[in-house]
């Protein structure tokens, strides 16, 4: 291999190992602020063994000093009041220094510590609002696109879309005029299983809020809308958690920071203002080939309302 191809290869090594150590900063400055918080303290402990000779040092020092006053004399000279408080002070500023230099190493690990600790934190503050301003536009861009479909090709057109509605054929057994039964076909439009968003969920028995029977949970949810909105008003903002636990549904990450608020008089708002649980009873493809009445939650959160508080 030539030179050219050797620096080649080595250029992209270390921009390779420069991108990886950029994307692991956070992890690499945290992990290193704990251990230096950790080293700076076994660090003064150690540092602490030595001040008793410190102090002993200087108590003998200020014992001469004062001895020395009070006989007016040290080692044969002269030795007056006014040398000896020159002299105090003077002790106690060196001491103040052996002080600083026992001190010092593990103050300065423990500041630099805390400041690796800081920059991690600030690093992922800075990760956290790119992404969040990233979710916003894509929030942003897909709403205008369904404002789009919904106005050219309207509702029901955006809601087969949106759910992956098809028309799927199903035999099923039904009993004519006379009782006997018989196998029909028939053609029902189902949705997709999968979700249309991550905060859309299923009202079904998998569900503790669920009950079997439709009309009850129609109402149960009606209700538990009309609340999530009077906290709305009442708070001024609610996580779309708050209304998972209440329906019964497990929480999830994005819950804790999805979620509505009410913002009336903020020309900026582009929020509709309510909580919709986007209620929804549609045919769905049961496991075992046939299907099935279902109600879909499709909420409409704000978004990420750390941001918009």
Same mark, same amino acid.
């Given at each position: 291999?030539?030179? !050219?191809?050797?620096?080649?290869?080595? #250029?992209?090594?270390?921009?390779?190992?420069?991108?990886?150590?950029?994307?692991?900063?956070?992890?690499?400055?945290?992990?290193?602020?704990?251990?230096?918080?950790?080293?700076?303290?076994?660090?003064?402990?150690?540092?602490?063994?030595?001040?008793?000779?410190?102090?002993?040092?200087?108590?003998?020092?200020?014992?001469?000093?004062?001895?020395?006053?009070?006989? =007016?004399?040290?080692?044969?000279?002269?030795?007056?009041?006014?040398?000896?408080?020159?002299?105090?002070?003077?002790?106690?500023?060196?001491? =103040?220094?052996?002080?600083?230099?026992?001190?010092?190493?593990?103050?300065?690990? =423990?500041?630099?510590?805390?400041?690796?600790?800081?920059?991690?934190?600030?690093?992922?503050?800075?990760? !956290?609002?790119?992404?969040?301003?990233?979710?916003?536009?894509?929030?942003?861009?897909?709403?205008?696109?369904?404002?789009?479909?919904?106005?050219?090709?309207?509702?029901?057109?955006?809601?087969?879309?949106?759910?992956?509605?098809?028309?799927?054929?199903?035999?099923?057994?039904?009993?004519?005029?006379?009782?006997?039964?018989?196998?029909?076909?028939?053609?029902?439009?189902?949705?997709?299983?999968?979700?249309?968003?991550?905060?859309?969920?299923?009202?079904?028995? #998998?569900?503790?809020?669920?009950? !079997?029977?439709?009309?009850?949970?129609?109402?149960?949810?009606?209700?538990?809308?009309?609340?999530?909105?009077?906290?709305?008003?009442?708070?001024?903002?609610?996580?779309?958690?708050?209304?998972?636990?209440?329906?019964?549904?497990?929480?999830?990450?994005?819950?804790?920071?999805?979620?509505?608020?009410?913002?009336?008089?903020?020309?900026?708002?582009?929020?509709?203002?309510?909580?919709?649980?986007?209620?929804?009873?549609?045919?769905?493809?049961?496991?075992?080939?046939?299907?099935?009445?279902?109600?879909?939650?499709?909420?409409?959160?704000?978004?990420?309302?750390?941001?918009?508080?």
């Amino acid at each position: 291999m030539n030179k !050219n191809g050797i620096m080649k290869k080595v #250029s992209g090594t270390a921009a390779k190992v420069g991108f990886k150590l950029k994307k692991h900063s956070p992890e690499i400055f945290i992990v290193a602020g704990i251990v230096g918080t950790v080293v700076s303290g076994v660090m003064a402990c150690k540092a602490t063994t030595k001040v008793s000779e410190i102090l002993e040092e200087t108590k003998e020092t200020l014992d001469t000093i004062h001895e020395g006053a009070e006989s =007016g004399e040290i080692n044969g000279k002269e030795y007056t009041v006014e040398d000896s408080k020159k002299d105090t002070t003077l002790v106690y500023v060196q001491t =103040g220094m052996k002080f600083v230099k026992l001190y010092a190493p593990a103050a300065i690990l =423990g500041a630099l510590s805390i400041a690796s600790i800081v920059t991690s934190h600030n690093i992922l503050r800075k990760r !956290n609002i790119a992404l969040a301003a990233a979710y916003t536009a894509v929030d942003t861009s897909f709403k205008d696109y369904r404002k789009r479909v919904i106005e050219r090709f309207g509702d029901e057109i955006d809601k087969e879309l949106r759910y992956n509605v098809k028309a799927k054929t199903f035999k099923d057994i039904e009993a004519d005029e006379d009782g006997k039964e018989k196998t029909v076909e028939k053609t029902v439009s189902v949705v997709d299983e999968n979700l249309p968003s991550d905060y859309a969920r299923w009202f079904d028995h #998998s569900v503790t809020g669920w009950e !079997n029977n439709h009309e009850y949970n129609m109402m149960f949810l009606r209700a538990k809308e009309a609340w999530a909105n009077d906290k709305l008003k009442a708070d001024g903002f609610i996580y779309l958690n708050d209304i998972y636990y209440e329906l019964g549904i497990q929480k999830t990450k994005a819950g804790q920071i999805v979620g509505w608020v009410d913002k009336p008089n903020d020309p900026d708002y582009q929020g509709d203002g309510f909580v919709d649980f986007g209620v929804r009873t549609v045919m769905r493809e049961t496991a075992e080939g046939g299907y099935e009445e279902a109600i879909l939650l499709d909420f409409n959160p704000d978004g990420n309302i750390l941001d918009l508080m």
